[in-house]
T-cell receptor
Framework: SAVISQKPSRDICQRGTSLTIQCQVDSQVTMMFWYRQQPGQSLTLIATANQGSEATYESGFVIDKFPISRPNLTFSTLTVSNMSPEDSSIYLC???????????FGPGTRLTVL | AQSVAQPEDQVNVAEGNPLTVKCTYSVSGNPYLFWYVQYPNRGLQFLLKYITGDNLVKGSYGFEAEFNKSQTSFHLKKPSALVSDSALYFCAVRDGVTGGGNKLTFGTGTQLKVEL
């Protein structure tokens, strides 16, 4: 299984500011994803982070609000821009394992927007 | 479109008793099914998966799940619950035929509470 770390683990931010979350994997992976878990709710896929090209966003999520970078096969960042209290969530990085049938998740970044 | 339903927000079980956490799914192709567990302030941990083969799948920590194609269900089970099993459990599905781009769709989660 892949070991995934995220920074920061949690943060409290002011409305209107931006936060960049980092995801680091201990091995090269083909597919990386970013999910959001709003309080008391399930996980929702934000986007697929593509190495060397623009991320693929799911319906309801846009690049201006959630810019994503993936400079190589072990690292990605998600920025939550112009934050509002509705952005308070846990943001999770996820990667697909070698078998393509297993998906692993990072520990998450707990974001609170005041 | 693929979807997952977890009809119970919470399941309460006494320690030592068997537990079942329910999950039903909908996909247009063959289902790839997964269970994950989330402990407080932790990320999701993979428990088990069904891709093909035996309908009864065994996973981590003594958990197992039974794939039932006719009922489109994939219920999570454990013969004897432990207090340490108390956590939030998520069922997830991916469409195996179309690939779904490895896109997992999650259920809303079931909070399992095991009491002494």
């Amino acid at each position: 299984s892949a070991v995934i770390s995220q920074k920061p683990s949690r943060d409290i931010c002011q409305r209107g500011t931006s936060l960049t979350i980092q995801c680091q994997v201990d091995s090269q992976v083909t597919m990386m994803f970013w999910y959001r878990q709003q309080p008391g709710q399930s996980l929702t896929l934000i986007a697929t982070a593509n190495q060397g090209s623009e991320a693929t966003y799911e319906s309801g999520f846009v690049i201006d609000k959630f810019p994503i970078s993936r400079p190589n096969l072990t690292f990605s960042t998600l920025t939550v821009s112009n934050m509002s209290p509705e952005d308070s969530s846990i943001y999770l990085c996820s990667v697909v394992g070698r078998s393509y049938n297993e998906q692993f998740f990072g520990p998450g970044t707990r974001l609170t927007v005041l | 479109a693929q979807s997952v339903a977890q009809p119970e927000d919470q399941v309460n079980v006494a320690e030592g008793n068997p537990l079942t956490v329910k999950c039903t799914y909908s996909v247009s192709g063959n289902p790839y099914l997964f269970w994950y567990v989330q402990y407080p302030n932790r990320g999701l941990q993979f428990l088990l998966k069904y891709i093909t083969g035996d309908n009864l799948v065994k996973g981590s920590y003594g958990f197992e799940a039974e794939f039932n194609k006719s009922q489109t269900s994939f219920h999570l089970k454990k013969p004897s619950a432990l207090v340490s099993d108390s956590a939030l459990y998520f069922c997830a599905v991916r469409d195996g035929v179309t690939g779904g781009g490895n896109k997992l769709t999650f259920g809303t989660g079931t909070q399992l509470k095991v009491e002494l």
